[in-house]
């Protein structure tokens, strides 16, 4: 473990010895016995008040102030619903997109965007990685969705949510807009952030949203893990969310990925001191409310407490009952995406429906990778889709980080797009990208269709019904090929950008093309229409490039698609593989996996004899077990 780590560690610990003096103390120490059912057995003060809203701003303005740097500054609820924007007197009112990677062109980098979507993004992001078994912040986020895992390891594969930025985007239909009177969850305005500054916020254990904020003028990452940074956007979050707290038991930096443990904050010294301001004292001399158009008027509202309808997340009293399920709902307490018959005639309402049950019971049986206390069963999104992209069920366990329900489509939606034999003239035929940038940058997506083709010496590539699953299609977006082989830089994977000219996380490839001018429209005008991310319906939310969605075949035939995700990506592609391999045994239909000769792993790039990746399960993964290769049959 590196010193920065143990750095890391010796902070929180200091952090608990402040807090347990007064600031919230009770709220670090206390929550540290919830593992995902606290909400559900919760009462309605499990959520974010106006009086908490209060709070949260009223404590991070007092950090701002004291560090002579003004803020934008957002509150969010759990499930997105944006509760307040206050911008400080003298604030940025736009920031900058960098990567920190100098000399590069194209994508979003050098983009101005609003402050107070940054804002927004952040908070959200901070909400909804989190649970109430794992707490992560957009500097987590950073450390897992860039080229190496982590960032400057030379030599390790790409992050293992590479791509997950380019979610929970306004263009989705699965992620909803609450100026059109729906229900959460809500749509984030720049996708997933990694620019530290987003927190969760905790309740005696209870996840109940997030607070993000803007002192600087750049929307970037923390390329360089091997430091402790003093960034005041996070200091003044840290600040705004003391009584809110996570648990240190659930933080981050307590919990390992591939042997590595992951980031949460750096240095959060408070510069306040004395007793914090009430937020009704501020006069405007320090700042206001602000209106977001499409997000938040100019006034503080409540949250609504996670699981009760009102949230757009309830119990399930349908299908899923006795696996505690929960779905999405709408304004009458619809579910949204009940179970129902593929709109092309390929899956039967009962094969779905029995698909979602078996893998809704083998994350019971999974142990969690990414939650605390260890040992804890996996919390994840699970989705089918058909031919067509159409989103045939959708459902969750209780306490999945609630980014998994749009990634669980996005990547059942991109397993059935990729396998499609229609694949290469879809993507081909899209129009022209232009990026807003100075000068404009255009992409025609054609391009890597042509790559892939040449890069696997196989002339008719995505029109030969080959079956993919977003671990396999991971394996050709990442900027160096093979992934994490930085020696090859001058050889990126045909679905990405060149790493040495052009790569970064706001320039990543096809995945972030196909959905930019849908959401450089939203950013600009946030009342644009939600419709497509992409012009392709069998990927209308986008497409996500990290595993967990396999494609459905009956015999040899396409006929959808599942996907998985919350809790652990190899976790994701298991329950994925055995609620597919199990179900179709349950319900002797003809259903299974592809057929091994169309599979990718038959794939043997550059001809050096190693073969794309198709789905990685974990080693002995069952709580209370010791089976091991369990997916070894597939």
């Known amino acids: 473990m590196r010193s920065h780590h143990a750095l890391a560690a010796v902070l929180s610990v200091v952090a608990l010895l402040v807090t347990s003096c007064g600031g919230g103390g009770d709220a670090v120490v206390g929550n540290a016995g919830c593992s995902g059912s606290c909400a559900a057995a919760g009462t309605s003060a499990d959520r974010l008040s106006a009086v908490d809203v209060e709070r949260v701003l009223a404590q991070a303005i007092a950090e701002a102030s004291a560090r002579a740097n003004p803020a934008t500054l957002a509150v969010v609820d759990r499930t997105g619903r944006v509760l307040a924007v206050y911008r400080m007197v003298s604030a940025t009112t736009t920031v900058t997109v960098r990567s920190g990677r100098s000399g590069l062109v194209g994508g979003l980098e050098g983009l101005a965007l609003p402050s107070e979507l940054a804002a927004i993004s952040k908070a959200l992001t901070g909400a909804y990685l989190s649970s109430e078994g794992n707490a992560f912040s957009t500097r987590t986020a950073s450390q897992i969705v860039q080229e190496n895992f982590s960032p400057g390891e030379v030599g390790s594969p790409a992050g293992p949510l590479f791509g997950v930025q380019f979610s929970q985007l306004s263009c989705s239909d699965v992620m909803t807009r609450e100026s059109d009177g729906s229900l959460g969850p809500h749509r984030s305005p720049l996708g997933f952030s990694a620019d530290p500054g987003g927190l969760p916020l905790y309740k005696a254990g209870v996840l109940v949203g997030g607070i993000g904020v803007v002192a600087d003028s750049i929307y970037g990452l923390d390329r360089n893990v091997d430091d402790i940074d003093h960034d005041d956007d996070e200091a003044i979050a840290a600040a705004g969310a003391i009584g809110f707290e996570a648990a240190l038991d659930r933080r981050a930096d307590r919990i390992l990925v591939d042997g590595r443990s992951l980031r949460y904050v750096d240095n959060v010294d408070a510069k306040a001191t004395g007793a914090t301001p009430s937020f009704a004292s501020l006069s405007t001399s320090v700042g206001r409310l602000i209106a977001v158009n499409g997000y938040v008027p100019a006034s503080i509202?409540?949250?609504?407490?996670?699981?009760?309808?009102?949230?757009?997340?309830?119990?399930d009293t349908v299908d899923f009952v006795a696996l505690g399920a929960h779905v999405l709902v709408d304004a009458a307490n619809k579910n949204r995406f009940a179970p129902r018959a593929g709109s092309d005639g390929g899956l039967t309402e009962r094969e779905v429906r029995e698909l979602m049950r078996n893998?809704?019971?083998v994350a019971g049986l999974a142990r969690a990778q990414i939650r605390r206390p260890l040992g804890t069963a996996a919390q994840v999104n699970i989705s089918v889709v058909d031919t067509k992209g159409e989103l045939l069920g959708l459902v969750r366990t209780a306490d999945a980080p609630m980014f998994g329900a749009d990634v669980a489509v996005q990547k059942a939606r991109s397993a059935v797009l990729f396998s499609s034999a229609n694949a290469a003239s879809a993507i081909a035929a899209l129009p022209t990208v232009t990026y807003p940038t100075t000068p404009p940058q255009t992409v025609a997506l054609g391009r890597y269709v042509s790559a892939m083709r040449a890069l696997l010496s196989l002339p008719n590539s995505?029109?030969?019904?080959?079956?993919?699953?977003?671990?396999?299609?991971?394996?050709?977006?990442?900027?160096f090929f093979p992934d994490g082989i930085n020696g090859r830089a001058a050889s990126p994977g045909p679905l990405s950008t060149p790493f040495v000219t052009a790569w970064s996380p706001f320039n990543m490839g096809l995945q972030q093309d196909l959905i930019a001018g849908a959401l450089v429209a939203a950013v600009f005008d946030p009342t644009t229409p939600a419709g497509s991310c992409t012009g392709l319906p069998q990927a209308r939310n986008g497409i996500q490039l990290f595993p967990g969605g396999i494609p459905i075949y009956r015999g040899s035939v396409l006929v959808g698609a599942i996907g998985v995700s919350g809790d652990g990506v190899d976790q994701d592609d298991m329950i994925a593989a055995l609620g597919l391999q199990r179900g179709a045994a349950a319900l002797a239909t003809g259903l299974n996996h592809a057929p091994a000769a169309i599979r990718a792993d038959q794939i043997a790039p550059l001809g050096e004899g190693s073969r794309l990746r198709y789905v990685q399960c974990p080693q002995a993964p069952f709580i209370n077990s010791e089976e091991s290769n369990v997916c070894g049959a597939l």
Do not use: H, K, M
């Not at 995505?462 to 900027?479: H, K």
């Open 462 to 479: 995505l029109a030969d019904g080959t079956a993919y699953t977003s671990r396999a299609l991971g394996n050709l977006a990442r900027p």
């Open 359 to 361: 893998a809704l019971t």
């Open 301 to 315: 509202r409540e949250g609504a407490r996670f699981g009760d309808a009102v949230s757009g997340i309830r119990a």
